[in-house]
């Protein structure tokens, strides 16, 4: 298995990646990638790639996002979207990639990494609970057990506050859970 940032030539096979994974909410999350990665060419986080053979096994992408603490604004990121090629999940691909990102240099100065999913699954990749350390979520429906974090070196407890998602999530609606007709 190899990780590598993702390259123009990349785009397809990682479009592929999302539109076979997430099923029904393919085409969502694969349009999502497309916005986060002009964020990322701008310098603004990491769109990273499992490689094995040539194919595109695994894709997360860190984008850079705003905890606002009582000290001052602090750039941390969020990762969304993970996935894995259905046929080779459940190897232990998305647990290597996830920790290929969050030791990459370009994460070396991040304080901390918060996503929204399956505890039962990001718990056991050392993700915790965003509100034992004073994290507050960006949005109420976003489930609290779903909102989690993982504390990087750089971490220091007077990094506390609410997570501020980058403009590009709530222009693709990706936030948390919408329930339609509540
Ligand atoms: C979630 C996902 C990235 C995990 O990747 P993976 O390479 O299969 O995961 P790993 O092999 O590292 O970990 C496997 C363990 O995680 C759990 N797990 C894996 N996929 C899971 C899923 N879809 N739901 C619940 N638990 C899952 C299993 O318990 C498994 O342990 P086991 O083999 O002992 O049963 C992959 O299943 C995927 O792409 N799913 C669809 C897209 C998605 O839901 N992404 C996450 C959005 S937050």
């Not at 190899?2 to 096979?13: C, I, K, L, S, V």
């Not at 990322?40 to 094995?52: I, M």
């Amino acid at each position: 298995m190899h990780y590598r940032r993702e390259q123009p030539g990349d785009r397809p096979a990682v479009r592929q990646l999302h539109l076979q994974a997430f099923d029904e909410h393919g085409r969502a999350v694969a349009d999502l990638v497309e916005d986060l990665r002009a964020r990322v060419s701008a310098g603004h986080g990491l769109s990273l790639l499992a490689e094995t053979d040539g194919t595109v096994v695994g894709h997360l992408v860190l984008t850079d996002a705003l905890l606002d603490a009582p000290r001052r604004l602090v750039s941390v990121r969020v990762l969304s979207p993970l996935a894995v090629l259905p046929t080779v999940q459940r190897r232990g691909i998305g647990r290597a990639l996830v920790a290929a990102a969050l030791q990459h240099d370009s994460t070396r100065a991040v304080p901390l990494v918060f996503l929204e999913g399956d505890p039962g699954y990001y718990a056991r990749l050392g993700f915790q609970p965003g509100a034992q350390h004073g994290l507050r979520r960006p949005s109420l429906r976003i489930p609290e057990a779903a909102f989690q974090v993982f504390l990087l070196p750089a971490y220091e407890p007077w990094m506390t506050g609410t997570l501020v998602y980058p403009e590009v999530f709530w222009r693709h609606d990706a936030v948390g859970l919408r329930r339609p007709g509540t």
